[in-house]
């Protein structure tokens, strides 16, 4: 990808990846306090201020660097504290806090399609802040759609790996817990070896699609 194509790619995804990131890691500590667990209010991250979430390298860097050089981004925000005793109950706690980040992205992923489609067919094509507003929509689509998929693979410290732990039997989830130390190294790995491509990438299309066609943009 040639720098221009880059630079406009950033402007177009900067907003909704922002959007996507804050509201995720909001979801989580909003639904941690109610099932019982203040940790992430009391430190201020149930907040839509995204400077309260932003990680330089997860949140900046890499998806600026894998949007340039692979079909998907992948990035990471500043995770918020939970303490996941303070849950009540513990197992449906977990779940749900775990839940709320990938499920706030599909319910982004909804406001910015209906956001496309209202601008489908109401923007002048000939204008230059319609088509722009609407490949960020578009992008937004994208964007909360990767992430959900993304947080949904069942590796620690992913949601989708703290789902599998509130599932699993009392021994298993505490075997599985310990396989979070190693889970970044695993996804690093799987990202640029393009495995992780290859599991997300046909349900990615085949969702967004789907999402298009009821959209009646295809």
Request: hydrophobic share 55%; aromatic share 12%.
């Amino acid at each position: 990808m040639d720098l221009n194509n880059l630079l406009i790619n950033v402007c177009t995804y900067a907003i909704p990846v922002i959007f996507a990131i804050t509201i995720h890691e909001a979801a989580h500590g909003y639904v941690a306090r109610r099932f019982g667990d203040a940790t992430a209010w009391m430190m201020g991250r149930v907040t839509l201020n995204p400077v309260k979430h932003i990680d330089p390298l997860g949140t900046i860097l890499l998806p600026i660097v894998t949007l340039a050089f692979s079909p998907f981004m992948f990035g990471w925000a500043k995770p918020v504290p939970v303490n996941f005793s303070n849950l009540k109950p513990l197992r449906s706690g977990m779940f749900w806090v775990a839940a709320a980040g990938p499920g706030s992205n599909l319910a982004q992923m909804a406001v910015w399609g209906i956001i496309a489609w209202v601008l489908a067919a109401t923007v002048n094509p000939s204008g230059l802040v319609g088509p722009f507003w609407f490949s960020v929509a578009e992008a937004g689509m994208r964007v909360n759609l990767m992430f959900a998929l993304l947080n949904l693979v069942p590796i620690l410290p992913l949601d989708g790996g703290r789902i599998v732990t509130s599932l699993l039997p009392n021994r298993l989830a505490y075997t599985w817990q310990g396989t979070e130390r190693y889970g970044m190294i695993i996804l690093l790995v799987l990202l640029f070896t393009g495995v992780l491509g290859k599991v997300l990438g046909p349900l990615f299309f085949i969702t967004y699609n789907q999402t298009l066609r009821l959209l009646g943009f295809v």
